[in-house]
């Protein structure tokens, strides 16, 4: 059996600081760590990415690249389920680049490529999450007024954007480690879809509250989840 081919250099440098950006947050983490972190030179770092903008901005390309992919997903969005899939699919790409959003506002001040890039990934996420509202509508799951579109659908964009950020003021020490991905991810998923239920018909919401006890391990017919379905049945 031939050997796989090895990773390129330039590869390896992008995998190594992107996990330690991760872990670390971006202002932390230095050119030479990177290096020390593959046993290679700074020299030959700085030959495959000069400056660590450079390296910054290679990595905002994946990112940004896997999320144009992802956003056309938002089309054949036609119920809960669907919507469910959808926005938990976003947090995920989101805590695989998560250094991005841990460090935004900083990360924005220091680098006019993302600062001007950024908006548009704003743009493009508003516009997706329309594309949802409009399929539920479509598929007769959601009735809203066309002048509240807009606004529901940056609501949603602002949860996405600054979950992670909540999660690290409410655990500094551990909110963005990878033992605790799945929690973060499923609560950002559910208060992003939960900004949907005063706009779903009966069965939709239902839905959305069982989906949501199923991801929290809880029994759907248990006294807890009937309590917690009294705020999302209120409009029923």
């Given at each position: 059996?031939?050997?796989?081919?090895?990773?390129?250099?330039?590869?390896?440098?992008?995998?190594?600081?992107?996990?330690?950006?991760?872990?670390?947050?971006?202002?932390?983490?230095?050119?030479?760590?990177?290096?020390?972190?593959?046993?290679?030179?700074?020299?030959?770092?700085?030959y495959h990415?000069?400056?660590?903008?450079?390296?910054?901005?290679?990595?905002?390309?994946?990112?940004?690249?896997?999320?144009d992919e992802?956003?056309?997903?938002?089309?054949?969005?036609?119920?809960?389920?669907?919507?469910?899939?959808?926005?938990?699919?976003?947090?995920?790409?989101?805590?695989?680049?998560?250094?991005?959003?841990?460090?935004?506002?900083?990360?924005?001040?220091?680098?006019?490529?993302?600062?001007?890039?950024?908006?548009?990934?704003?743009?493009?996420?508003?516009?997706?999450?329309?594309?949802?509202?409009?399929?539920?509508?479509?598929?007769?799951?959601?009735?809203?007024?066309?002048?509240?579109?807009?606004?529901?659908?940056?609501?949603?964009?602002?949860?996405?954007?600054?979950?992670?950020?909540?999660?690290?003021?409410?655990?500094?020490?551990?909110?963005?480690?990878?033992?605790?991905?799945?929690?973060?991810?499923?609560?950002?998923?559910?208060?992003?879809?939960?900004?949907?239920?005063?706009?779903?018909?009966?069965?939709?919401?239902?839905?959305?509250?069982?989906?949501?006890?199923?991801?929290?391990?809880?029994?759907?017919?248990?006294?807890?989840?009937?309590?917690?379905?009294?705020?999302?049945?209120?409009?029923?």
């Amino acid at each position: 059996m031939a050997k796989k081919a090895p990773r390129r250099t330039a590869q390896r440098i992008l995998e190594a600081a992107l996990d330690l950006f991760n872990r670390f947050g971006e202002p932390n983490v230095s050119t030479t760590l990177v290096a020390s972190e593959l046993n290679i030179s700074p020299g030959n770092l700085y030959y495959h990415y000069p400056a660590k903008e450079e390296l910054i901005n290679k990595l905002y390309e994946a990112y940004e690249a896997e999320l144009d992919e992802l956003l056309h997903a938002s089309e054949g969005v036609h119920d809960v389920e669907d919507a469910w899939f959808f926005m938990h699919s976003l947090f995920e790409l989101i805590w695989r680049y998560r250094f991005l959003y841990r460090d935004l506002n900083d990360l924005l001040s220091k680098n006019r490529r993302l600062e001007t890039q950024f908006q548009l990934v704003l743009k493009n996420k508003a516009r997706a999450i329309r594309q949802l509202i409009a399929g539920l509508s479509r598929a007769g799951h959601l009735e809203i007024d066309v002048h509240e579109v807009d606004t529901l659908a940056q609501s949603m964009v602002v949860v996405l954007t600054y979950w992670l950020s909540y999660e690290y003021v409410r655990n500094p020490r551990e909110a963005l480690e990878p033992a605790h991905a799945q929690g973060a991810l499923m609560r950002g998923g559910l208060h992003s879809l939960h900004l949907l239920a005063p706009y779903l018909g009966r069965e939709q919401r239902r839905h959305l509250l069982a989906l949501g006890n199923a991801y929290n391990g809880e029994d759907p017919g248990s006294s807890n989840a009937g309590a917690a379905a009294s705020p999302v049945d209120m409009a029923v």
